[in-house]
């Protein structure tokens, strides 16, 4: 029995790393968006700024490609969205009737 508790306690621990979606972001305004794990996908919410506090978006997906929806906190109207990250830019797309679409890139901080 301690040979195998000996055994199982020398094996390495598998680390798993966090999503590329996953940590804080620079908005075009020059806020602060954290996205951390929230319900099964991601929540976006804004860290600083006037509309600090807000979550302005939920996405699912993985390995940096999502989609969801995102909120202009200023006009207070959610629309579609999809993010992609590659490396350290975030690429934010929100769109209405999937017709007219609005995109921003954000560096990651």
Known sequence: MSIVIAALAATP???HAEDPIIGNWKTELGDTAAIT????GY?????SGKHAGKQIGTFRGK??????????????KTYDGSVTVSGNALKLKGCVLKVVCESQTWPRL
Do not use: H
């Not at 929540?43 to 860290?47: G, R």
């Not at 390995?63 to 207070?76: C, K, M, Q, V, W």
């Open 13 to 15: 621990t598998i680390a």
């Open 37 to 40: 794990s929230c319900g099964g």
């Open 43 to 47: 929540c976006i919410t804004l860290k």
């Open 63 to 76: 390995d940096g490609s999502y989609e969801g929806r995102i909120t202009d906190p200023d006009a207070n």
